[in-house]
């Protein structure tokens, strides 16, 4: 139970969770429950290396970089500071990845739910998961929606993230489609519409 550093965001927290990349720290405690570990000497770390830990973040206050930026923008959500009292991580190493399980984070009422793997080379693969809200949709759609969400994919590298911001625009048009009927499309080609030159800028 230490003290988060930023040393350790840029190290730790950015492998478990690439998001995090370019998130300057602003106070939090961290804990590493290590539940198994497994080094086998002369091994490829491929296939030498494996692990099972819990990662708890307690009142964590980060400042968050632009991938995370990036995604908020496209939900709605303004803010650029997360804050939360408890954030429990649970990763696993195995076969050259650090596997995340899907962690719930909520940034100004807003759910995200962010799972997937890091290769040791670096690469990721990653889901971020939006529930469809409110804010995301407006009132009567989010009515039509309500229990549905949106998978966002996330490729690249550690270093560099990259949202598929067009899988968003996609799944948010045939949702609202499916739910709304083809009378009301034209209302929602509006918040489409709008939705593209958000993202565009």
Known sequence: HVALTQEMVDTLLVNLNPLFQGSR??????????????????????????????VTLE??????????????????????????????LHVTVRNGRIQADPVRMVIEQQPVIIGGWVAFDGAVNYVIEVPVTERLVGSAAARALKGTSIKIPVSGTVDEPRLDTRALQNMLG??????????AIERVGGFLEKLRQELSK
Request: net charge neutral.
């Open 25 to 54: 720290v602003r106070g939090g405690t961290v804990t590493l429950d290590l539940r198994s570990c497994r080094i086998e000497p002369g091994a490829e770390p491929e296939h030498g290396v494996a692990a099972d830990m819990d």
């Open 59 to 88: 009142n964590l206050k980060l400042e968050l970089g632009p991938s995370l930026r990036e995604l908020l923008s496209m939900i709605k959500v303004k803010t650029r500071v997360y804050e939360v009292v408890r954030l429990p």
């Open 174 to 183: 045939n949702l609202l489609k499916n739910a709304v009927g083809e009378q």
